[in-house]
């Protein structure tokens, strides 16, 4: 099994900034990729920003020039920075990251529990 824990949520006024972190733990395992998703009450997930091994990223276009994904050296542990937040990023946000597990074949997807992101004044 894989975890994913996250932390950094928060409430902050409109303008202001957060650092999400989430880090993968387990056993015999490889990132593929790792991003972050949010959910907004009434709303369906949405892709916020992801990285993958290679280093690569790809951003939602309501984000772009505010936020920034990054990741560790061992490629691990993913970070959101989100400057010039606004109102509307108000969400419960994700960590998912897509595995190699051993020897079996494919991809598995595994999901944090969530952290609460609040912009308001």
């Known amino acids: 099994q894989v975890q994913l824990v996250e932390s950094g949520g928060g409430l902050v006024q409109p303008g202001g900034s957060l650092r999400l972190s989430c880090t993968a733990s387990g056993s015999h395992f490889g990132v593929v990729s790792m991003g972050w998703y949010r959910q907004a009450p009434g709303e369906q997930r949405e892709l916020v920003a992801t990285?993958?091994?290679?280093?690569?990223?790809n951003y939602a276009d309501s984000v772009k020039g505010r936020f920034t994904i990054s990741r560790d050296n061992a490629g691990n542990t993913v970070y959101l920075q989100m400057n010039s937040l606004k109102p509307e990023d108000t969400a419960v946000y994700y960590c998912?990251?897509?595995?190699?597990?051993?020897?079996?074949?494919?991809?598995?997807?595994?999901w944090g529990q969530g952290t609460q992101v609040t912009v308001s004044s």
């Open positions: 990285v993958d091994r290679g280093g690569a990223t």
């Open positions: 998912k990251g897509v595995v190699t597990r051993g020897v079996n074949p494919g991809t598995y997807d595994y």
